[in-house]
T-cell receptor, first 115, second 116 residues
């Protein structure tokens, strides 16, 4: 399968649950990103992995924990979330370094609802 | 810090007509990239067009073109011969050209409606 694939597409979880979002790309990219998209707000960068090393963490609460086991896979582990964490979570990939100037390839996102 | 502003929350265009979406940005850098992304109801953000700041020539991709005014820090998207499939959210984005920078800065988006 080509492109960037995110699972699950929808997720409803209670505030005490633990769940994980998965992102997979087979584009040969070596940088991967998690973004949070909330209504009427700009996309918020959460985490960046380049060459499997976390290179950016934008003051994200510790209830969000990323994992990048290899250059093709990216996870976002969730625990004890709050209702305000409900949003669309987008994964993207690109070439690292100067290659990122060619733009991201995005997945279709996981719509997360925290109840 | 860089910022990206899209001042039109929503726009409408008649099918087959032309529409222009506005984007302004603020930066002190001279080397950067600008992008327009489209997000249809399927939610996947799709790259529409990109512009390198050092290039004076405006980028064009089929029916999509940009008007890049570097001095004015303006980067508008023109969609010609609008089609029903063009209906989507459109996001303008900025990326620094500085080595080691990964962050893209997105605007809040413009929802484009195409009227049959």
């Amino acid at each position: 399968e080509t492109g960037v694939t995110q699972t699950p597409r929808h997720l409803v979880m209670g505030m005490t649950n633990k769940k994980s979002l998965k992102c997979e790309q087979h584009l040969g990219h070596n940088a991967m990103y998690w973004y949070k998209q909330s209504a009427k707000k700009p996309l918020e960068l959460m985490f960046v992995y380049s060459l499997e090393e976390r290179v950016e963490n934008n003051s994200v609460p510790s209830r969000f924990s990323p994992e990048c086991p290899n250059s093709s896979h990216l996870f976002l582990h969730l625990h004890t979330l709050q209702p305000e964490d409900s949003a669309l979570y987008l994964c993207a990939s690109s070439q690292a370094g100067a290659g990122a100037g060619y733009g991201y390839t995005f997945g279709s996102g996981t719509r997360l609802t925290v109840v | 810090a860089q910022t990206v502003t899209q001042s039109q929350p929503e726009m409408s265009v008649q099918e087959a007509e032309t529409v222009t979406l506005s984007c302004t940005y603020d930066t002190s850098e001279s080397d950067y990239y600008l992008f327009w992304y489209k997000q249809p109801p399927s939610r996947q953000m799709i790259l529409v067009i990109r512009q390198e700041a050092y290039k004076q020539q405006n980028a064009t991709e089929n029916r999509f073109s940009v008007n890049f005014q570097k001095a004015a820090k303006s980067f508008s998207l023109k969609i010609s011969d609008s089609q029903l499939g063009d209906a989507a959210m459109y996001f303008c984005a900025y990326r620094s050209g500085t080595s080691g920078t990964y962050k893209y800065i997105f605007g809040t988006g413009t929802r484009l409606k195409v009227l049959a």
